[in-house]
């Protein structure tokens, strides 16, 4: 097993997570490291399909056939979780790390309450609450109260007696978020949790994250596609392509001088208000099949930069401490 | 943009209520049917040539106000005036004669394209209704020239939807939009559902094609960067109302309603990281079944005063062709200086 990292809470080293479909093995996270340190907040970035999901839905143990984890070590707190049972995973999953699925209508349950939910939550999790159902009921809801107040949901407590559907996009995602941090976790993976909100309610709902990193000192991994996002919120960056992380590093240094083609491509594309009237910069091509890729640069066929030095396996390579990146271009640099 | 003559489009009072549906139990019980007025009372103008972005938040009318131009939805009341013709009135003929001038590009390129019809069927089908083409030859001849237009290969048009891409989809929904030669396109949500770095291929193209064939634009986005980037002027809606209208440059740089304020600071900007003075709106976007009284925006304005609660603010003049709807115009209130 690697060294792992002292001061990482989360420390993923190698993920292959691959699907067997009709058409063949898709291999979805390929090889992919991931730290999380205490405290902070990860960003992760990419095109559609690259992985993101997949990586974290790895992480939480919630890779369901035909998919499977083919390879790699997944160390939280330095326990390596593959090496749980099923029961010591349910465990872990909820009380020490929560995850907002990308659909919050879907993942809650339209069938019950939000105080049914919420309950159910904290009495799976919560070993210190009274054995005495009268009490442990009043204290739950107690709880379940002070935490959809918390979450910023006016008048908590008649709301636990209504179904998700009661309530627009924007309480869903934040009474999702409630839900999750019911345990107090110490680590959340927001999976886009903001995708179907509105700029106003979004910010609001990272604002709500940020507060409580700060509060219960908990550390977030914050899946997106959107770099203002990132930009605002993240105090690191891993950005994803094709199955792989392709660049990574504090986040105003892969911004302001990104350096995987990818990555810069991504910046260039986006449309700013400042820049109306100057042509945006498209990536031209669509991203590969991820079924029997060959050996080689996963971006190459929409690089601007292509080289015959891309036709093999790319490594990533270390430009300084915390910043990587996966381009032979950047190999030679560093090697001269 | 150059001041043209009459505008293209004028948009009178158009409104658009959706009557709720009733079980036969409710009926009986007379519950009263639960109505959303989701397009109240909107007019505005859109100059030939010029691309009119319409922002606002999930669920204000943005869709069933591009839909109801076309009448795809039925307005409620109101008129579209179209080249001078009231089309409001207009038989299902002559409202067909119309269409072949005025397209749309769905928000969904996932679910507007049906599965069982290959791309020169779904792109040739508006050549066929309007008698654009003589026979199957010349509509394989036209689609072929207006997929390879917006970036797809002539050899692929015997494929289905599902053999694409999203990117690709939303292009074959640009074909369809386009064969016809229109001059005017409702653009909802085209990139919305799209990879960014796809989202920019689309909005190169739609500029490009827009300059080759001076199309006109109403193009709807939540995303402020995208309507800044490609607008002419830009129109504000709130929970069915329009709110603010003007040139991109005064409603971006000078917002005077107290929503496309918070829209503004609210929105992530890559470039600089919380610069702007945060303007937070508390509580949840209310439902248009039963909006608020008076002003509909006053349940989250942070600069609400009792009579936003009571009367309804009218729409006024603000500046060169700049228009606003809020009661506090007058004393240049702006959300963000609050915090200061
Ligand atoms: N159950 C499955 N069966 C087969 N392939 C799958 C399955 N789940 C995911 N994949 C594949 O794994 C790849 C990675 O998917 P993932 O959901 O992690 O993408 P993502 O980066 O989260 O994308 P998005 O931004 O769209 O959410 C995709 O190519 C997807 O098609
Ligand atoms: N066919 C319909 N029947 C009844 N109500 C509808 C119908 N279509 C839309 N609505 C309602 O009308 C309101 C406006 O919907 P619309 O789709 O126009 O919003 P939008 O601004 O396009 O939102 P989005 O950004 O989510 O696409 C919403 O409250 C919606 O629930
Ligand atoms: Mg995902
Ligand atoms: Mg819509």
Redesign the pocket.
Known sequence: MSVIDSDGLLEVRGLR?V?D?RAGR?C??DGVDVSVRRGECLGVV??????????F?SVMGLI?A??HIDAGDICFDGQNLRQLSVKQMRAIRGRDIAMTM?DALTALNPALTVGEQLAEMMIAHDQSLPRNKRERRRLVEQKSVDILQLVGIPSAKSRLQQYPHEFSGGMRQRIMIAISLASHPRLLIA??PTTALDVTIQAQVLELISDLRAKLGMSVVL?T?DLGVVSEHCDRVMV?YA?QVVEEGPTESVIRNPQHPYTRGLLGSIPRISKRGEPIQPIDGQVPD?IDLPAQCRFYSRCQQRSDACLKYIQMTTLSQDRKVRCVLAEETAHD | MTESQSPLLSLDQLSKTYIGRRSLVERLMRVPPTNVQAVNQVSFDIRRGETLGLIGESGCGKSTLGRSILRLHEPSSGKVVYDGQDITGLNPQDMKTMRRRMQIIFQDPYASLNPRRSVVELVGLPLKLHGLAKNDAEVREKVAYIIERVGLKANQMDRYPHQFSGGQRQRIGIARALVSHPEFIVCDEPVSAL?VSIQAQIIQLLQELKQEMGLTYLFISHDISVIGYLSDRVAVMYLGDLVELGPVESVLNNPRHPYTQSLMSAAPDVDQPGKRDRVQLTGDLPSPMNPPSGCKFHTRCPVAIDRCKTEVPVIESVGEGHQARCHRLGEQISVLNLSA
Do not use: C, N, R
Not at chain 1, 46 to 55: A, L
């Open positions: 997570t699907f479909t898709v979805a996270v990419g095109e559609s399909g690259s992985g993101k999901s997949v990586t839905a369901k035909p998919g990308q999976d886009e899946i596609h994803m199955g991820l | 990879d």
